[in-house]
């Protein structure tokens, strides 16, 4: 069974076809780094993670491009009042954001690219739109893209959503207008500058000014993509008008078809309500790590809710987390001690016991890397993910208690666990001190190792990671690491 998604500019679940499979190009708009990304924006990275894993658990060569909006309105109202310069201010928030990408397990991007590393390309971009003749330089110095001459051109404007025209043009003799544009609609490509922005300013055909924020994501996702790329991701708050106007910049541009499907997370309220400062329910996952919890467990929770429902975060919800994959690790650290103990009673290995087994009972079910796959195909259906996973949990526990499982079974167990974490990227508890026979077993390595024997050190090799135990060479000798 394929990949089906929910593509917006459908408005239907499709089989997912990439332009040149294997490969799949896909942007997922970024942080806008003037702060601590919050719970809200977090659910949503931690969706275009699923999405990739899910991508690459299918066999996709993903190339995944997240940009990083380092100048903006937000950004440059914090410079001045911050009276810091835009790179030491947005660093500091980007090293942060990065940093929290990481406490979630998300894979880091393959390409993170940033607004004012691309000015060029921007200027280059609009260029291209006023040549087309569907941008227009104002009485202010700013650029701005002129729907109306757009869909002269005979493209569509509101591929995302339906739009009301006559409502947008009502507007027009609104003094909404501070940039004299010339309808309410069109939107700015460069923004001339104004005595607030200080010294943040790029020279530019038009004189000096800066990159409004939706041309950086056409300016950049068509660079490293290609003027047509398979997916394009993020929160439902961007579909209009972000992903409309990035939609309308890049077709307005190349002619060509942008992106064939446009995933969009939904909303997350904080204990049933939207989150604001003011009602105390506004979190970071700084603030969430301050409470004790941990990453793993915030991407778990974060993880619980389809990515089209709207998800009512909570601390209890989150304490439910705990308990969760406190079942899961009780678990594998069972199987774990399954495989590491072949003499021990637990585990006989001989085929006719676990044939025995298998004919009597419905046993471990062994088909849980496609029951996983399979609900995962079904539009990234999570909740069914996780059923097939705390199903095969309560399965592999009985199979546990009663003695009935064999090595072999607990290591193909251990196996499929290892590909379905692949997806939910929970991975271990965070790291133990080894015990004993673990350092024993890496000291017995690397003897093995000085005395040439490198089957016996990947014979141990192999057992250390059976019992849970990775090894990593470093300059500074052999490390142990829990898986
Ligand atoms: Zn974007």
Not at 227 to 254: K, V, W
């Amino acid at each position: 069974m394929g990949l089906k998604l929910f593509n917006t500019l459908s408005r239907s679940i499709q089989e997912f076809a990439p332009l040149a499979p294997p490969k799949v190009g896909m942007y997922c708009c970024g942080p806008t780094v003037y702060d601590f990304a919050h719970i809200g924006n977090w659910r949503t990275f931690v969706f275009g993670d699923l999405v990739r894993r899910t991508l690459e658990f299918k066999g996709y060569a993903v190339t995944q491009v997240m940009n990083v909006t380092d100048v903006e309105d937000k950004i440059i109202k914090r410079v001045r009042e911050t009276k810091t310069s835009l790179s030491e201010f947005t660093g500091k928030y980007e090293a942060a954001f990065f940093e929290d990408l990481k406490t979630l397990n998300c894979l880091l991007p393959h390409q993170t690219p940033h607004a004012t590393e691309h000015i060029a390309e921007i200027i280059a971009l609009i260029e291209k739109l006023i040549a087309r003749g569907i941008a227009y330089q104002a009485a202010d110095g700013s650029v701005y893209f002129s729907i109306e001459k757009y869909r002269g051109c005979g493209c569509t404007y509101g591929q995302l959503l339906k739009l009301n025209f006559d409502e947008m043009r009502a507007g027009e003799r609104v003094k909404s207008d501070e940039y004299a544009k010339e309808s309410v609609a069109d939107f700015a490509l460069w923004k001339a500058r104004v005595p607030e922005d200080g010294d943040v300013c790029w020279p530019s055909p038009w004189g000096e000014g800066r990159p409004g924020w939706h041309i950086e994501c056409s300016a950049m996702s068509t660079k490293i993509l290609g003027p047509s790329f398979d997916l394009h991701l993020g929160g439902e708050d961007l579909i209009f008008p972000h992903h409309e106007d990035e939609i309308a910049q890049s077709e307005g541009a190349t002619g060509k078809h942008f992106v064939k499907y446009w995933l969009h997370g939904a909303h997350l309220l904080v204990e049933g309500k939207k989150m604001s400062k003011s009602l105390g329910n506004f979190f970071t996952l700084r603030d969430l790590l301050a409470k004790g919890f941990t990453g793993r467990e915030i991407r778990y929770s974060l993880l619980t809710a389809h990515y089209r429902e709207t998800f009512n975060f909570t601390l209890e919800g989150l304490s439910g987390a705990r308990t969760a994959l406190a079942r899961i690790d009780e678990c594998l650290g069972k199987l774990r001690e399954a495989v590491g103990a072949p003499n021990s009673d637990s585990a006989g290995t001989d085929v006719s016991s676990s044939q025995q087994h298998a004919d009597s009972e419905i046993g471990v079910p062994n088909d849980l890397v496609a029951r996983f796959a399979a609900a995962l195909d079904d539009d990234l259906n999570i909740s069914a993910a996780w059923g097939t996973v705390f199903e095969w949990v309560r399965e592999t526990n009985r199979r546990l208690a009663e003695n009935s499982l064999s090595t072999a079974e607990a290591t193909v167990a251990l196996t499929e666990w290892d590909k379905i974490d692949s997806v939910l990227g929970i991975g271990a508890p965070p790291a133990a001190d080894a015990p004993a026979e673990v350092v024993a077993l890496l000291e017995a390595r690397q003897a093995a190792r000085k005395a040439k024997d490198f089957k016996r050190a990947d014979a141990i090799r192999d057992k250390l990671k059976a019992k849970g135990w990775v090894i990593e060479d470093t300059p500074k000798g052999p490390k142990l690491k829990k898986i």
